[in-house]
């Protein structure tokens, strides 16, 4: 059933978005926070905690991936008519873009009571959704973000190269 669904182009793509969405996050956050770590650590310490940082992004980008994969997986094949990276790439821009607006603007999601989530989370369905219906009626729009994951690919590679580096830089100093 899993080969029918997909190929293996199309799940590196979804990997591909996923990884990339998950980077920009941690990166913008790490650049954030790295002056007031150099001011506090070694660089020692400095690298270690740069190299968790990174490890726990390539894991992330595994977890977001799979999870998006599954889902592939579990919708009728009709609704995604071989656009999965697409649909992706979309939902998971929208997420990030409410992540970083709602972050901008002070939102502490862990102080939201069931209203706020319910909320948030029908915002982000009916978003992805407007979106779902966007993509298949404009094909030229697929080929464009099918581009942009193309020409993305070559900097998440990097990223996770950089990430299997964090990874042996973890487990040689927890060895």
């Not at 697929?142 to 193309?150: F, G, Q, S, T």
Request: a positive charge.
């Amino acid at each position: 059933m899993f080969k029918q669904r997909f190929t293996a182009y199309e799940i590196f793509q979804v990997f591909v978005v996923c990884s990339f969405t998950v980077h920009v996050w941690s990166v913008y956050n790490l650049l954030k926070e790295a002056p007031a770590w150099m001011l506090r650590m070694s660089a020692g310490e400095l690298t270690a905690t740069i190299a968790y940082v990174l490890a726990f992004t390539l894991f992330e980008s595994v977890v977001v991936c799979l999870g998006i994969v599954l889902l592939g997986v579990l919708l009728p094949s009709r609704w995604l008519r071989s656009k999965l990276a697409t649909l992706a790439s979309v939902v998971l821009y929208l997420a990030i873009l409410g992540s970083g607006v709602a972050y901008k603007l002070g939102a502490r999601p862990e102080t939201w009571a069931g209203k706020e989530f319910v909320f948030a989370g029908s915002l982000f369905v009916a978003a992805s959704a407007a979106a779902y219906l966007f993509v298949l009626r404009f094909p030229g729009l697929e080929r464009k973000i099918l581009a942009i994951v193309d020409r993305v690919s070559v900097l998440t590679l990097a990223y996770v190269f950089f990430d299997l580096i964090a990874v042996l830089v973890v487990i040689i100093r927890n060895v």
